[in-house]
């Protein structure tokens, strides 16, 4: 079903209190894609996280549209993907919408404004607003985890976001780059035990950020990319990290990741224990909000159910040791 229109919530956060659209001025994907191609070469596309484009937008008199040459584009669209071999790729745009919500409003985890917004045919679409572009227009310098750790394709090969460093190994970043370390550790290891309970098999070096409005006082970035990849591939990984939680930990199946294993983790990163066991404790914990969200968020039934059995699944897990 369309959303008519943005709430008043929606409408203060993403767009300063003005009054937008959550419909594109375009048909379709599909029917406007000469019109989405001509804003790509004039905008650029920012970039593809796995296999979804993602677009430059301005709003304009309430509307959301594609950005011009030389407008600088305070917001990102994210499509569904459009290739084949992603399962149920036209509801990618729900599950992120839905994931960061559940992140922030279940888990009180910072998320990057985000909401839904569709084309006219009913097609829908996932919008970001940059966290890193400031309402006068100054863009604070943002690095992702690869780029601070100097990582490459040309270093590391073409799976040089994945291969590289293990979560534990991304805590020295953090360590190297930020003053208030420890804040900013635990905010890292609570995204990480998220996107463990959300089955995220994508959180890579890429979807980590910090970012400074001086280029000295650096924090860590709102989350951002968090989905559930379990519905959409045929052979998803429990970490996208393939040197998992740290380097020393042995990864046979979902069986082998425990509380323990987080608790490790969190020591790695140099956290007090009992930081550790109260972030854990909460994640443990039961939330019948999930359920509740899952459920109303727009995902078709079978997916919703997919989604939640993993998600509480993993829950449990985390009073394994």
Known sequence: MMLEQYDHKT???????ENVSPVLPYESIDGDIETIQASTQASGRISISGVQPK????????????????EQGRYILKIAPIEPHILERSWVPINEWVTMRIAEQVYGIQTARNALCYFRNGTVAYITRRFDVQPNGTKWLQEDFASIANISKDSHGSDYKYNAL??????????????????????????????????????????????????TDYRMTP??????????????????????LYPEMVLDD????????????????????????????GFRTEKPQVKIML??????????????????????????K
């Open 55 to 70: 677009y430059a937008m301005v709003v304009d008199n309430g509307v959301l549209r594609f950005a011009k040459e030389g």
């Open 166 to 215: 293990s979560y534990a190994e991304c805590g020295a970043l953090i360590d190297k780059h930020v003053s208030a370390a420890m804040v900013e550790k635990r905010k890292f290891f609570r995204i990480v035990v998220f996107n463990y309970l959300t089955c995220n098999d994508d959180a890579h070096l890429k979807n980590f950020s910090l970012m400074s409005p001086n280029g």
């Open 254 to 281: 979902t069986h082998s990741v425990t509380g323990k294993s987080f608790e490790e983790f969190g020591k790695k990163l140099g956290l007090p224990d009992k930081l550790i066991n109260t972030e854990l404790d």
């Open 295 to 320: 459920e109303n968020c727009g995902l078709p039934n079978d997916l919703a159910r997919m989604y939640y059995l993993g998600y509480n699944y993993r829950r449990q897990t985390l009073s394994f």
């Open 223 to 244: 989350a951002y990319d968090l989905l559930n990849t379990y519905l959409h591939l045929t052979n998803p990984h429990i970490f996208a990290l393939t040197k998992n």
């Open 11 to 17: 409408l203060l956060e993403m767009f300063d209190g």
